[in-house]
Nanobody, 124 residues
Framework: QVRLVESGGGSVQAGGSLTLSCVAY????????TGWFRQAPGTEREAVAV????????YYSDSVKGRFTISRDFAKNTVTLQMNSLKNEDTAMYYC?????????????????WGQGTQVTVSS
């Protein structure tokens, strides 16, 4: 099993930046696809950015393309989400997740391991 711990959330003004970090405990994490997801009140959880294990391909939701960047450090067992040009609509609880599928993509149901979340609030 893998335990995931997020950090880096907080409050920021629109147009600002935040960096979210996720540390995974459990070496098997290196064999997983991993990424970031978010959920705002009254909405379904959605994928934000992921890295497939199989081919290291990255995928982003249309709403964050060009603004967010996901990166992975296998040596540190971490995955990071750099968020720039933040908008009010980015306000949500952000979750780090991992999947045993090597090609998990942006499909939320493919992810079986979840962190507790870190809140991101963007104000204008």
């Amino acid at each position: 099993q893998v335990r995931l711990v997020e950090s880096g959330g907080g409050s920021v003004q629109a147009g600002g930046s935040l960096t979210l970090s996720c540390v995974a405990y459990g070496d098997i994490y290196s064999q997983y696809s991993t990424g970031w997801f978010r959920q705002a009140p009254g909405t379904e959880r959605e994928a934000v950015a992921v890295i497939n294990r199989g081919d290291s391909a990255t995928y982003y939701s249309d709403s964050v393309k060009g603004r967010f960047t996901i990166s992975r450090d296998f040596a540190k067992n971490t995955v990071t989400l750099q968020m720039n040009s933040l908008k009010n609509e980015d306000t949500a609880m952000y979750y780090c997740a991992a999947s045993g599928s090597w090609y998990a993509g942006l499909v939320v149901s493919n992810y079986n391991h979840w962190g507790q979340g870190t809140q991101v609030t963007v104000s204008s």
